[in-house]
C-alpha cells in the first residue's frame, strides 16, 4: 500500500538519484508511505555508493534497485505513482519524462536543461532546483497524500505532450522551420 516514486535510465551521480536518498533519510511521511524504485544499470561503482549510502540512511527498506529490465519502458513507468528525475546539472529532451507524461505518470523533475520547455511548473508536472531537499521533500510529502493532485498534474501533462511534443506535432514544427 505505498506510493511508488520511480526514476528509470542510467545510475550516474549526474542522475541525481543520491537527492531522493537524502529526500528519504530526513523524511518519516515517505519511510512510511513510500518506495524508491531505480530502473536501470550504469556505474557499477556508483551503485556501490547509493548502496552503502541506502544501508547508511537506514532507508535499504524503501530502495529498490531493479537493474534493467527488458520490455517497454512505458510498462514500467506505469507502475509507478510518481516519475522522479532529480538530474543535478543538464539533462536534455528527458525522454522517461515524456514517456510519463504522455501515459498520464506525474512527474518531478529538476530545473535544469531543456525539462523547462516541457514540463510547466505546477501545472504539467512539477520543477524543483535539483540540490533543493527541502523542496523536494515537501513536494514528495504532499504528493504521496494527494491523489487529487498526482491525477490533475498526470491528465495535464498528457495533454501537454500530446499538443506540443507528440511526433506528429514535432514533425511538423521541424518542415516548419525547414520551410523558413
Not at 536501470?40 to 544501508?55: D, I, M, N, P, R
Not at 525539462?115 to 508536472?125: L, Q, W
Not at 504528493?143 to 487529487?148: E, R, W
Request: hydrophobic share 40%.
Amino acid at each position: 500500500n505505498k506510493i511508488i516514486i520511480g526514476c528509470i535510465g542510467p545510475i550516474v551521480p549526474h542522475k541525481g538519484h543520491a537527492t531522493i536518498f537524502n529526500v528519504f533519510k530526513n523524511s518519516n511521511i515517505l519511510i512510511k508511505n513510500a518506495h524508491f524504485v531505480i530502473v536501470g544499470t550504469g556505474s557499477s561503482e556508483f551503485e556501490k555508493v547509493l548502496k552503502k549510502k541506502a544501508q547508511d540512511y537506514n532507508i535499504e527498506n524503501n530502495v529498490c534497485f531493479t537493474g534493467f529490465i527488458p520490455g517497454k519502458s512505458s510498462s514500467i513507468i506505469k507502475s509507478f505513482d510518481i516519475l522522479v528525475m532529480p538530474t543535478i546539472d543538464f539533462e536534455g529532451f528527458g525522454y522517461s519524462m515524456a514517456e510519463a507524461m504522455s501515459i498520464g505518470v506525474p512527474v518531478i523533475a529538476s530545473k535544469v536543461g531543456a525539462i523547462p520547455e516541457v514540463i510547466i511548473n505546477d501545472k504539467s508536472g512539477i520543477l524543483i532546483d535539483p540540490l533543493d531537499y527541502n523542496n523536494w521533500q515537501l513536494t514528495l510529502e504532499k504528493l504521496v497524500f494527494n491523489s487529487t493532485k498526482r491525477k490533475f498534474l498526470a491528465s495535464q501533462a498528457k495533454i501537454r505532450i500530446e499538443s506540443f511534443f507528440s511526433g506528429k506535432q514535432m514533425s511538423k514544427n521541424y518542415y516548419n522551420y525547414f520551410l523558413k
